[in-house]
C-alpha cells in the first residue's frame, strides 16, 4: 500500500552484511596492517564514509540505490587486484620473467582504468548523483532522515573517485611514455603501519644501514 516500504530482498541483505563486515575490516587493515601510503588517511576515510552510508541507506530504505552504488564501485576493484597479480608474477626472485603474464596484467590495468572511468567517473554521476540531486525535488528529511547526508556522502564518494585516477592516469601516461614498468605511485619510500611516525621509521631504518 501507499507509504509502506518494500520488503528488503535476501540478496541485497546478504551484499549489505558481506559488504559491512569488508569495510570494518578494511577499517583496521588501513590502520594496522596495511603499508602506509600517501592516501591512507584517505583510504580510511573512504571506508568509513562507505560503512556509514551502508547502515544510513539500510535505515532509509535505499538499499537498491546501496546495491547500484556497490556495483559501480566494486567491479573497477576485481581488475585491480588481477593486475596486481600479474606484476607481481611477471618476475621471479630468480630473475626469470614471464612476458605473457606481463601482458596479461598490463592489459588487465589498462581495462581497469578504462572501467573506472566508465563505472566511477561518468555512470556514478548519471545515475546515483543524478538520483540525489534530481530526488532531493521530491524526498525531503521528512520522508527519508538520511536522506541529505547521503547526498553529501555519494559527492565526497566521487571527489576520492575522482582523486583517485589522478595516480591512475599518472602511471598510465608515464609508462605509456617511457617504457617503465607500473609501479604505485602512492607509496612512500620507507614508511608501514606499525604505530611508529614515519620519523622513527627513518631514524630506525639509518641506525641498521650503521
Known amino acids: ?8 530482498h535476501r540478496a541485497v ?11 570494518i575490516h578494511s577499517i583496521y587493515a588501513t590502520l594496522y596492517l596495511d603499508i602506509w601510503r ?9 571506508h568509513f564514509v562507505a560503512l556509514s552510508m551502508l547502515l544510513l541507506s539500510y535505515v532509509d530504505n535505499f538499499t537498491l540505490c546501496g546495491a547500484l552504488l556497490l556495483f559501480l564501485q566494486d567491479s573497477s576493484d576485481a581488475m585491480l587486484e588481477m593486475a596486481k597479480i600479474g606484476m607481481y ?22 581495462l581497469f582504468a578504462a572501467n573506472w572511468v566508465l563505472c566511477r567517473l561518468y555512470w556514478y554521476p548519471c545515475k546515483l548523483l543524478y538520483a540525489t540531486i534530481y530526488g532531493a525535488v521530491y524526498l525531503g528529511p521528512q ?17 576520492m573517485n575522482i582523486y583517485w585516477f589522478n595516480f591512475i592516469a599518472r602511471m598510465l601516461w ?16 620507507t614508511s608501514a603501519v606499525t604505530g611508529l611516525s614515519k620519523s ?3 631514524a630506525m631504518a639509518e641506525r641498521k644501514k650503521q
Open 200 to 202: 622513527s621509521l627513518d
Open 143 to 159: 520522508d527519508a532522515p538520511f536522506f541529505p547526508v547521503l547526498g553529501v556522502m555519494l559527492i565526497l564518494i566521487y571527489a
Open 89 to 110: 608474477l611477471r618476475r621471479r626472485k630468480n630473475g626469470d620473467y614471464y612476458k605473457l603474464i606481463d601482458i596479461a596484467g598490463s592489459t588487465v590495468f589498462v
Open 1 to 8: 500500500s501507499e507509504g509502506v516500504l518494500p520488503p528488503i
Open 174 to 189: 608515464r609508462v605509456a611514455t617511457t617504457g617503465e614498468e607500473p609501479e604505485d605511485n602512492r607509496e612512500w619510500d
Open 38 to 46: 600517501k592516501d591512507s588517511w584517505l583510504m580510511f576515510a573512504h
Open 13 to 23: 541483505l546478504f551484499i549489505y552484511a558481506s559488504q559491512a563486515a569488508f569495510y
